[in-house]
């Protein structure tokens, strides 16, 4: 790609080299000049489009959920700040045990929530879709935070693009998974991946839980996303040996990348800080 200056020479050589053309030569000139600067017109876009589907991914390890919440707020947040690098992020992590509820709350009241407590857990209202669930060691948990109109405006197409990403990935371990009429990723009649999200001017936030080694005995506490009759299952007991998040990480940014038809790089450290010193000043005032 031409920068401004080399286009500048060019055009005057140009200019030059066609006063010495005779009128036929010159059209013919005219024309190959014109489909070159559309080329080159049409390579700034094309990389304008692929910076702009570039994925940042962020490898937070185990943290807190409520500092969780804060950083998918603060991060969603800065694409509306045109002065900010920091775009499409994967921010991937692992949670302390938490049982999390969406949008519909009606059944779970207080006695509902102090009996979840005293398992040993966290709990928190989100406002995410779904039902209730739980995060926890072991499970792999992924905040997609993206403008979908870097990709395609569309939820539906967001949720089918995420249960796609996970079926690709099982797949690489030679698991058979597949959808349902109920939102995750199923095999047979237990869910190994619940995807809960929000949305907001198409800025996604919230994601998807994939369970890899957890101790599936927290979901006895509950109805996991109020799906009677259904069951849970993980990496670890479809394949019969463990599977850590960190085997599974590397898999899920390519299947994610394959499905998203999107590059992926990891955050800078210099990022890195400065959102976590910004988070902690927020934090600090609230």
Do not use: M
């Given at each position: 790609m031409f920068s401004f200056c080399c286009r500048t020479w060019v055009i005057l050589a140009c200019l030059l080299y066609a006063t010495r053309l005779t009128r036929s030569k010159k059209v013919k000139f005219v024309s190959v000049l014109t489909k070159f600067f559309h080329c080159q017109s049409q390579s700034s876009c094309d990389m304008a489009s692929n910076f702009e589907k570039?994925?940042?991914?962020?490898?937070l390890g185990k943290i807190d959920y409520a500092r969780a919440l804060r950083l998918q707020e603060h991060v969603s947040s800065l694409h509306n700040d045109s002065k900010n690098h920091v775009k499409n992020t994967l921010l991937c992590l692992e949670h302390y045990p938490v049982y999390t509820i969406?949008?519909?709350?009606?059944?779970?009241?207080?006695?509902?929530?102090?009996?979840?407590?005293?398992?040993?857990?966290?709990?928190?209202?989100?406002?995410?879709?779904?039902?209730?669930?739980?995060?926890?060691?072991?499970?792999?948990?992924?905040?997609?935070?993206?403008?979908?109109?870097?990709?395609?405006?569309?939820m539906r197409w967001y949720v089918c693009q995420i249960e796609k990403t996970?079926?690709?990935?099982?797949?690489?371990?030679?698991?058979?998974?597949?959808?349902?009429?109920?939102?995750?990723?199923?095999?047979?009649?237990?869910?190994?991946?619940?995807?809960?999200?929000?949305?907001?001017?198409?800025?996604?936030?919230?994601?998807?839980?994939?369970?890899?080694?957890?101790?599936?005995?927290?979901?006895?506490?509950?109805?996991?996303?109020?799906?009677?009759?259904?069951?849970?299952?993980?990496?670890?007991?479809?394949?019969k040996q463990n599977v850590s998040i960190e085997e599974v990480l590397p898999k899920f940014i390519e299947s994610f990348c394959e499905t998203f038809e999107c590059d992926c790089t990891e955050i800078d450290r210099?990022?890195?800080?400065?959102?976590?010193?910004?988070?902690?000043?927020?934090t600090d005032s609230d």
């Open positions: 570039l994925v940042k991914t962020w490898k969406g949008l519909r709350t009606k059944q779970y009241d207080l006695n509902e929530e102090v009996k979840l407590r005293n398992t040993g857990a966290d709990f928190h209202k989100t406002n995410r879709g779904g039902l209730i669930t739980f995060h926890g060691p072991g499970q792999l948990v992924v905040y997609p935070i993206l403008n979908l109109k870097h990709f395609t405006p569309s996970i079926i690709r990935l099982c797949e690489k371990f030679g698991l058979k998974a597949e959808t349902s009429p109920d939102t995750g990723v199923w095999i047979g009649n237990n869910k190994i991946c619940a995807i809960g999200i929000h949305g907001s001017r198409f800025i996604t936030t919230h994601g998807l839980a994939l369970n890899c080694n957890t101790d599936l005995t927290w979901f006895d506490n509950i109805v996991p996303c109020g799906l009677i009759g259904k069951g849970v299952t993980s990496l670890t007991n479809e394949l210099a990022e890195v800080d400065r959102i976590n010193q910004s988070l902690d000043v927020q």
